[in-house]
């Protein structure tokens, strides 16, 4: 289970979608950064976010396992526990956010419970399923998993 809480008044909000255009079923990556415009791009990590299904996408890049590994087993790429950990936070903040399309929350991970990793490699592509299990006014909480590959 992860949980989201409140911003601190300080931190920059987010973009709500405008209300002339129509809801996408499918953002990008350059409409999932301006929901989530505080990450920037090396820290993104969802490609791709289904609107109406809560399931964010994201390919593991070579860069992103980089520095991993030291000494005789700097060749092996392995995405991190802690970067799986950030994709399924981010997912489950634009879920959030496609909740409640008039909110300028941010979106801000606070702590996980009962966390399992799978191994994940460059090139492979994470397919995060998220849901919201309760919401009160400043805090969120929800489920996310993580499938890689069919």
Known sequence: MTELGSPRPDIRETQPLDPSEQK???LNREQVAKRLPMYGDKKLLVDEFDTQEGIGMYTVRE?????HSANEYEEIKLFR????????AQTLGLKFLESEPDSKAVPVFRS????KFGFVFPGETMIIQASITSQTRNSVKGNCEIKVGD
């Open 112 to 115: 996980t419970e009962g966390t």
């Open 63 to 67: 860069e992103d396992c980089d520095g």
């Open 81 to 88: 526990g802690v970067d799986q950990i950030e994709a399924a």
């Open 24 to 26: 996408p079923k499918m």
